[in-house]
């Protein structure tokens, strides 16, 4: 177990709604990094948090966004939610930006 | 061309077998490889970790890293049951942010016949 604690595991929505999950990083990590994780692929990176400030952005549109707070948890917000959203949503968190990161057991997300 | 390629699955092989799995991968800034474990329904746990070319051995497990041809390997012996799931290699470069972000495999997976 890497101590790196996701909610809620399951979540079905339908299209259009917003979502918000939450990451508990690894104690003593200040990074969080959020990714998305679609049916028979691998890890698509979606954003990295470091110290509470976006630290760096991958390929996907405004509705995604999200937060850190000062104990280095984290949410990920999705707006207008769309089917292509479906998918299980990872959080990875690091001691440091730019060290090994530890990931969570997902979020798995249905929507319909 | 994506990013990083890796072989396609499924692989079955018997108990006791050695595996090879590899990826290939085109972004020259990429530094650091590392291979990781999926068991179904579960987060990907890390497994291997290596900067830059080299060697690196843990248990039943190497990994293997060639900059020069741009290629990734991790070698499984005597391979066992437990050791089913679905192997990601995944790549970063230097630095933070988005530099640091893993560049993921698709991933493949792997049987062990007992």
């Known amino acids: 177990e890497t101590g790196v604690t996701q909610s809620p595991t399951h979540l079905i929505k339908t299209r259009g709604q917003q979502v918000t999950l939450r990451c508990s990083s690894q104690?003593?990590?200040?990074?969080v990094s959020w990714y998305q994780q679609a049916l028979g692929q691998g890890p698509q990176f979606i954003f990295q948090?470091?110290?509470?400030?976006?630290?760096g952005r991958g390929n996907f549109p405004p509705r995604f966004s999200g937060l850190q707070f000062p104990n280095y948890s984290s949410e990920l917000n999705v707006n207008a939610l769309e089917l292509d959203d479906s998918a299980l949503y990872l959080c990875?968190?690091?001691?440091?930006?730019?060290?090994?990161?530890?990931f969570g057991p997902g979020t798995r997300l249905l929507v319909l | 061309q994506k990013e990083v390629e890796q072989d396609p699955g499924p692989l079955s092989v018997p108990e006791g077998a050695i595996v090879s799995l590899n990826c290939t991968y085109s972004?020259?800034?990429?530094?650091?490889f590392m291979w990781y474990r999926q068991y179904s329904r579960k987060g990907p746990e890390l497994l291997m970790y290596?900067?830059?070319?080299g060697n690196k051995e843990d248990g039943r497990f190497t990994a293997q890293v060639d900059k020069s041809s741009k290629y990734i390997s991790l070698f499984i012996r005597d391979s066992q049951p437990s050791d089913s799931a679905t192997y990601l290699c995944?790549?970063?470069?230097?630095?933070?942010?988005?530099?640091?972000?893993?560049?993921f495999g698709k991933g493949i997976t792997l049987s062990v016949r007992p």
């Open positions: 990875a968190s690091s001691r440091s930006a730019g060290e090994t990161q530890y």
């Open positions: 104690s003593g990590h200040n990074t």
């Open positions: 948090y470091y110290r509470e400030e976006e630290n």
């Open positions: 972004n020259s800034a990429f530094q650091y």
């Open positions: 290596t900067y830059s070319s």
């Open positions: 995944a790549m970063s470069g230097e630095g933070t942010g988005a530099n640091s972000k893993l560049t």
